[in-house]
């Protein structure tokens, strides 16, 4: 356990990453499918995204849409987007996962 600990340690001050890190799941996206009206889409991830207090990492998701928005983290696990503006019927966006997303090593 010291010796895990002390490795951990010594990657996280080398900025080095961990190949220990396992790759998220997204517990619950919304909306999803068809809905008019959106001003949010929100994200919950099943780990620890981010480190405890630090909220500067990056959108989890390339979104490709026609409407401006921008998406923050609202804790180390949940993730939204806000919209400008309410979309009007017939626009639609896709978010996908980027590759990089991957849980925070302090959750592990």
Partial sequence: MRLL????????????????????????????????????????????MVPLGDMRLGDPFSVDCPEEGKGRW???????????????????CRFTLKTTSRTSPASR
Avoid at 26 to 38: D, I, N, Q
Wanted: with cysteine.
């Fill in 74 to 92: 609202i804790d180390g696990q949940n993730w939204s987007y806000d919209f400008a503006r309410d979309l009007p019927a017939g626009v639609a």
């Fill in 5 to 48: 600990s002390r490795i951990i340690t010594q990657a996280a001050l080398c900025s080095l990453p961990l190949a220990v890190l396992a790759d998220t799941s997204v517990s619950a996206f919304s909306p999803s499918g068809t809905v008019k009206g959106v001003r949010q889409v929100a994200a919950r991830f099943s780990g620890q």
